[in-house]
């Protein structure tokens, strides 16, 4: 598009708008469904053809019924239409590994991408560099439309309920706006909308758009935080909720002593004698980290691309109009100056946060650690090898994760690869996982779910009860 004078960020010239459909929301051990991506230009016209694939699940995978409701994507249409996930993980890092793209959806910081890195992960792809490599970025709509109702709210129509809340949901959005969406819950036609919201957006305001965009950068962030230390100032997130218009006035307590690129903060909008209470009569082993966040202290991840806004960027009317209370923020801000002590104090409870409990699930270790350059070496090897080529080859890698994650992405994907060893090995996994006792739960628990729903959707829960019998059958007789 252009670049802002003074400034280091260009508006990428190839954006890539993207969406997941899902087996369920556990962003760790869920599987996807669907993927749709569509590459527009700076003018938002399309210029690439659509990227659709499907994904069936793994032999030890049951989906979320409630997500077959949702999205009516049964496993079986997968299986006759979709891929094996460690090809769909393959062609979506393809599409992610292009060089200076900015890679977009809604919602997709705390959903869509999350899903990504597990899914790179789970198959030996790095979770992290598609991201921001090669001059990459992510940007997500669902915060830039919660910064136009904040500063310009006369950009778009705003739907809210019974009680006055503005609702951010996609379909909401499109349907107030008139902006066509076809399908919800359809990665394809979820994608289009997003296009067409961000494309409103930009029209309307080309200016606040590219602003955005450039305050939504790591670089500028941090400069940021340096600059507005010691001051008030606004931060946009869903921690603050919709009746808040997703704003809150903040100031930093200081950097996260565990996470690099993290700062602690309070919010300065809510009453604060319940942490000064804390502070003064409460012994500090009884006090928890989540004690502390009921009390208004919160967490700035830079790599979540947070909006923050300076204290002047708001006017008292605008303060007024999205029920900000100004004077308590203005009183509440000098209180902790005059207390700095205090400061220290919440920090010490992040220093010695309870360490995460030990987990043995590898698909559960993401975040455990990076992984290793020399590693990383051989993982290109690993996918420029066909499968067959995986055969009697053991690569000796460093992270102690990795020989499980091979052994699951040849037992989940390719079978036929394992040798004998590997066979006993799965097949104990799988019966062990997926016993009598889990089975008979599991359907009951879809038979009470069709129950409740209407006779439509009974259709979907059988064929899940029919999928579901048939991988009982395939454990029982996996060789």
């Not at 290793?372 to 080859?393: R, Y």
Request: glycine letters at 2%; proline letters at 3%.
């Amino acid at each position: 598009m252009c670049k802002k004078k003074g400034s280091n960020y260009i508006f990428k010239k190839t954006l890539v708008f993207y969406d997941y459909e899902t087996f369920g929301t556990n962003v760790s051990l869920d599987k996807i469904s669907q993927f749709c991506s569509i590459e527009v230009d700076s003018t938002f016209k399309y210029f690439s053809k659509k990227n659709i694939f499907f994904c069936h699940p793994p032999l030890d995978y049951l989906p979320d019924p409630k997500s077959i409701l949702i999205t009516k994507i049964l496993p079986q249409y997968t299986q006759k239409y979709g891929v094996n996930e460690y090809f769909f993980a393959k062609k979506i890092y393809k599409i992610f590994s292009q060089k200076n793209i900015c890679i977009i959806g809604y919602n997709n910081i705390n959903f869509d991408n999350l899903f990504t890195r597990n899914l790179f992960y789970r198959n030996l792809f790095d979770p992290y560099e598609w991201s921001w490599k090669n001059g990459n970025f992510t940007w997500d709509i669902l915060n830039i439309l919660r910064a136009f109702y904040v500063f310009h709210p006369n950009t778009m129509l705003w739907p809210s309920d019974t009680k006055g809340i503005v609702s951010f949901k996609l379909f909401d959005i499109t349907k107030i706006n008139k902006i066509t969406h076809v399908q919800t819950h359809d990665a394809c036609s979820d994608v289009l909308a997003t296009i067409l919201v961000a494309k409103r957006l930009y029209k309307k305001n080309k200016k606040f758009f590219l602003f955005l965009y450039e305050i939504s950068h790591k670089k500028y962030i941090l400069s940021f935080i340096l600059r507005n230390y010691n001051k008030p100032f606004f931060y946009l997130s869903s921690y603050f909720g919709s009746k808040n218009s997703n704003l809150g006035c903040v100031m930093i307590i200081g950097s996260h002593p565990n996470y690099k690129n993290s700062f602690i903060i309070i919010d300065l909008s809510i009453c604060l004698k319940k942490i000064f209470y804390f502070y003064s009569h409460v012994k500090s082993h009884k006090i928890t980290i989540k004690n502390l966040f009921d009390c208004g202290i919160k967490v700035i991840y830079l790599n979540k691309s947070p909006l923050l806004f300076s204290y002047n960027s708001l006017s008292l009317y605008d303060c007024n109009r999205i029920k900000i209370n100004y004077i308590r923020c203005q009183k509440n801000f000098f209180l902790l100056q005059k207390n700095a002590s205090i400061k220290n104090w919440i920090i010490s409870f992040f220093s010695c946060e309870t360490p995460k409990r030990m987990v043995h699930d590898v698909d559960l270790m993401l975040y455990n650690n990076f992984f290793f350059s020399e590693d990383k070496l051989l993982f290109l090897l690993l996918h420029k090898k066909f499968p067959l080529k995986w055969i009697n080859w053991y690569p000796k890698f460093i992270d102690n994760r990795i020989e499980e994650i091979f052994f699951r992405i040849k037992a989940r994907n390719f079978i036929d690869l394992l040798n004998n060893r590997e066979k006993n090995h799965w097949k104990k996994y799988c019966q062990h996982k997926f016993n009598s006792v889990f089975i008979n739960q599991y359907i009951n628990n879809i038979k009470n779910l069709q129950l409740q729903v209407k006779e439509k959707n009974l259709f979907l829960l059988k064929q899940l009860i029919v999928y579901t019998k048939k991988i009982k059958h395939d454990i029982k007789n996996i060789f």
